[in-house]
Nanobody, 128 residues
Framework: QVQLVESGGGSVQAGGSLKLSCTAS????????MGWFRQTPGREREGVAV????????YVAESVKGRFTISEDHLKNTLYLQMNSLKPEDTANYYC?????????????????????WGQGTRVTVSS
């Protein structure tokens, strides 16, 4: 079982920045996708950004494209999400996911069911 430890959430004003980190205890052979998802009360968990640890291919949701960047420190098994130009609508609980399968074309999936391991979540609050 892959264990994930997240850090970096907090409260900022609109236009500010935060950086989330997620360290994985191990990597499952053949399941090399990691990603960030977010969720607000009453809504389904949505994909924010995903990362293929073999090819370094990334995919970022349209709602955060140009503002959020996903990256990885391969040696540390740590995934990052740099969030800039934050907006109040970015307020959510952010979850790190790992142990995800690689889809056709070498991309990682942006839907939660593709991932087997989840972090505890970290709260991001953006005030206007």
């Amino acid at each position: 079982q892959v264990q994930l430890v997240e850090s970096g959430g907090g409260s900022v004003q609109a236009g500010g920045s935060l950086k989330l980190s997620c360290t994985a205890s191990r990597v499952t052979y053949g399941r090399y996708c990691m990603g960030w998802f977010r969720q607000t009360p009453g809504r389904e968990r949505e994909g924010v950004a995903v990362f293929n640890r073999i090819s370094s291919k990334t995919y970022v949701a349209e709602s955060v494209k140009g503002r959020f960047t996903i990256s990885e420190d391969h040696l540390k098994n740590t995934l990052y999400l740099q969030m800039n130009s934050l907006k109040p609508e970015d307020t959510a609980n952010y979850y790190c996911a790992a142990d995800g399968r690689i889809e056709n074309g070498g991309m990682c999936a942006l839907f939660p069911d593709a991932y087997n391991a989840w972090g505890q979540g970290t709260r991001v609050t953006v005030s206007s």
